[in-house]
Nanobody, 118 residues
Framework: VQLQASGGGLVQAGGSLRLSCAAS????????MGWFRQAPGKEREFVAS????????YYADSVKGRFTISRDNAKNTVYLQMNSLKPEDTAVYYC????????????WGQGTQVTVSS
């Protein structure tokens, strides 16, 4: 599956953004999806993931309660709603797919920049 992330931008602290990740192909609903981020000078880190059906989600502690991952299998799209953004959320955000939750993410989108100003 090929992935295209979008929706990043510049926002003030406390603001919101919604990222989208559009997938090509007819098998999107068979893949678990995840969001990751990489800040300058830091390693890529897990943000959130969602099962193929959308019923199971996981979040990094740093975003729990502020971010929500969701998916629309009819639109081949996964979303990341980000609220109460903080400057430390500044990073390039990537979406990725895996055969199931807990398996290796083997297809990655190109990334979208999120910048949160204080």
């Amino acid at each position: 599956v090929q992935l295209q992330a979008s929706g990043g931008g510049l926002v003030q602290a406390g603001g919101s953004l919604r990222l989208s990740c559009a997938a090509s192909g007819r098998t999107f609903s068979r893949y678990a999806m995840g969001w990751f981020r990489q800040a300058p000078g830091k390693e890529r880190e897990f943000v959130a993931s969602i099962s193929e059906s959308g019923y199971t989600t996981y979040y990094a502690d740093s975003v729990k309660g502020r971010f929500t991952i969701s998916r629309d299998n009819a639109k081949n799209t996964v979303y990341l709603q980000m609220n109460s953004l903080k400057p430390e959320d500044t990073a390039v955000y990537y979406c990725a797919s895996a055969r199931a939750l807990g398996m290796t993410y083997d297809s990655w989108g190109q990334g979208t920049q999120v910048t949160v100003s204080s």
